[in-house]
Structures are given as structure tokens and as C-alpha cells.
């Protein structure tokens, strides 16, 4: 079974309005991280946002909002205002494990296109 | 600060051929990991390195991969022999030690074509 569900293979939005991207995951440990990458088309994974199991407000990092609600197993990433540069896949990822043996699952993504 | 260094960005083999990738991580990371990302899909871990020592390596097929990370530094990853199904991205990525909140960095991989 997939531990990180991505069910939007591609998505559309015009330039300057908001987009959510939807991420679904499946664990059974009370303690975990979930994160949103950025890969543009030249290949490189890009850091977006990091939401804990235990954090009570959803995380903000400038134009890029986590939508976190723990009882639907759910992490939709929202970008606001976006721009052409946002074009891009976008991998949704869980973090498993403790201390040093923690990795990553990502999910399949989804690919980002901004229409001006 | 540097970022994760990798090389070659491309390469094209034949099948059965071998085939080596490179990988610098930042400076002071202690833990580096190697991932495989095939055409539409999310990168899968192959491999965590813990300074020299390997913490995972369950999806390593190691009939024909092999990774080292000598003096806890430096790591390459060998394919041998390679198949048409090992055509990929293999992205390399460090962390430091003990992780904060796992945030990885990534570097630009290695496009791998096996013809």
C-alpha cells in the first residue's frame, strides 16, 4: 500500500491566483514529519515546508501554506499568488523512523503548470 | 555554502555495461543518502549512509548496485551490470546529524540512460 498518495498528476492555475495541492499519507506511528518538495525541470528537489505530527498550527513559509488536518491524513500544500516560476512537480514525503535512521517515502507527484 | 555536488549529470550506457556516479554532500553532514527516480515518479531511497557506516540499505539491489562512502565523506554508487530498467535519476542527498527535522538537500543528480 502507498504511504504517500499524490492524486492530482497534473494541475493548472493562472498566474496570481491560489493552488492546492492534495497529499494523502498512511502510518500507524504517532510521531512523524511531513514535507513538500519542489523539483523544477532541471531536476534538482527543493525544499518547500515541514509540518510535525505534533505541531498544532499549520506551517507557513512565505507563499507556501500547509493544510494539516491529522484525523483525514491529509498535508495539501497551498501556494498563494503563483507565479511562473512556481511551474514545476511538487513531491509530497513522510518521514519515518527515529534519530539517525529516519528517511524519507515520497509520493508520485504533481506537475505544477502556471498559465499567465 | 556549497551545496551537494554530483557528477556526471549525464551519462548514456548499454546494457551491461557499469557504470559510477560521484557524490559530494555539505560540508559537516553526516548522513548522506542516494535515490533512485525513475520517470514519473517520487525518488526512492536506495541507500543512507551514516559518516562510513550504512544505516539502510533495504531497496539496494545489491546483486548489481554497490555504494561506499569512504572516510564518512565522499560516496559513489556503481551499477554492474546495468540494465535497461536501472534508466533513471540518481539524486544524492545529505542531512546533518542528528537530523532536525530531516530536511534534506538535494543534489542536482545524475540523468543514467541504458540503452
Known sequence: AQKITQTQ?????QE???????????????SYG???????????????????????????EGRYSLNFQKARKSANLVISASQLGDSAMYF??????????????FGKGTKLTVNP | EAGVAQSPRYKIIEKRQSVAFWCN????????????????QGPKLLIQFQNNGVVDDSQLPKDRFSAERLKGVDSTLKIQPAKLEDSAVYLCASSPTPPTVSEQYFGPGTRLTVT
Open chain 1, 9 to 13: 498528476p497534473g494541475m493548472f492555475v
Open chain 2, 25 to 40: 554532500p555539505i560540508s559537516g553532514h553526516a548522513t548522506l543518502y542516494w535515490y533512485q527516480q525513475i520517470l514519473g
Open chain 1, 16 to 30: 496570481k491566483e491560489a493552488v492546492t495541492l492534495d497529499c494523502t499519507y498512511d502510518t500507524s506511528d504517532p
Open chain 1, 34 to 60: 511531513l514535507f513538500w518538495y519542489k523539483q523544477p525541470s532541471s531536476g534538482e528537489m527543493i525544499f518547500l515546508i515541514y509540518q510535525g505530527s505534533y505541531d498544532q498550527q499549520n506551517a507557513t
Open chain 1, 92 to 105: 509530497c514525503a513522510m518521514r519515518e523512523g527515529e534519530g539517525g535512521s529516519e528517511k524519507l517515502v
